[in-house]
């Protein structure tokens, strides 16, 4: 059973650069979600997916940032017009929905995408 | 509003002592999950332990175990006999709505 993996693990831009992360969940899991975390803080949610379906967006995800899952594969995250702001590590999680209720199930983690925009 | 509290930034303990991280939090749902995430510097965040809260029987993964008291919104963490690879970040994490709801985390550091 590989785990979530995440590519590139590092990413070093200019400032107005756009930047594109790739997360490839594990297999059978149909939920992903992405966060973001800055140094010596908890992770953030930025959005979440069941399936292809973008379900939830975060107040912090501005018009600059859009992700997408075509055919509830892996998913990608694209910043446009990178600013030094969005310097921090990007992580992305996936888990398999059991039953007809709600979020119980374990989220587990890549390793995470970790941009500095210079 | 869910939230999660870790009061302790920081904690040292003597390899192969005993160490208790704690961690609060705030909802008014009756039925949820709780989790604690370790994640070792420049490492992914793995899973450590999950509690769910309509279990009154605490949680135990070989070394570690929490003490839940619902009523308290209270979970803390006990790593018992502190190993060298124990050393990380600890979050305390609660399963919101859709996202997991996080604490600012515990730096642990364990003294050879």
């Known amino acids: 059973d590989t785990g979530v993996s995440q590519n590139p693990r590092h990413k070093i831009t200019k400032r107005g650069q756009n930047v594109t992360f790739r997360c490839d969940p594990i297999s059978e899991h149909n939920r992903l979600y992405w966060y973001r975390q800055t140094l010596g803080q908890g992770p953030e949610f930025l959005t979440y997916f069941q399936n292809e379906a973008q379900l939830e967006k975060s107040r912090l995800l501005s018009d600059r940032f859009s992700a997408e899952r075509p055919k509830g594969s892996f998913s990608t995250l694209e910043i446009q017009r990178t600013e030094q702001g969005d310097s921090a590590m990007y992580l992305c999680?996936?888990?398999?929905?059991?039953?007809?209720?709600?979020?119980?199930?374990?989220?587990?983690f890549g390793p995470g995408t970790r941009l500095l925009v210079l | 509003a869910q939230t999660v509290t870790q009061s302790q930034p920081e904690m040292s303990v003597q390899e192969a002592e005993t160490v208790t991280l704690s961690c609060t939090y705030d909802?008014?749902?009756?039925?949820?999950?709780l989790f604690w995430y370790k994640q070792p510097p420049s490492r992914q965040m793995i899973l450590v332990i999950r509690q769910e809260a309509y279990k009154q029987q605490n949680a135990t993964e070989n070394r570690f175990s929490v003490n839940f008291q619902k009523a308290a919104k209270s979970f803390s963490l006990k790593i018992s006999d502190s190993q060298l690879g124990d050393a990380a970040m600890y979050f305390c994490a609660y399963n919101g709505v859709y996202q997991l709801i996080w604490g600012a985390g515990t730096k642990l550091i364990i003294k050879p």
């Open positions: 909802t008014s749902e009756s039925d949820y999950y």
């Open positions: 999680a996936s888990s398999q929905k059991t039953g007809t209720g709600g979020y119980q199930e374990t989220q587990y």
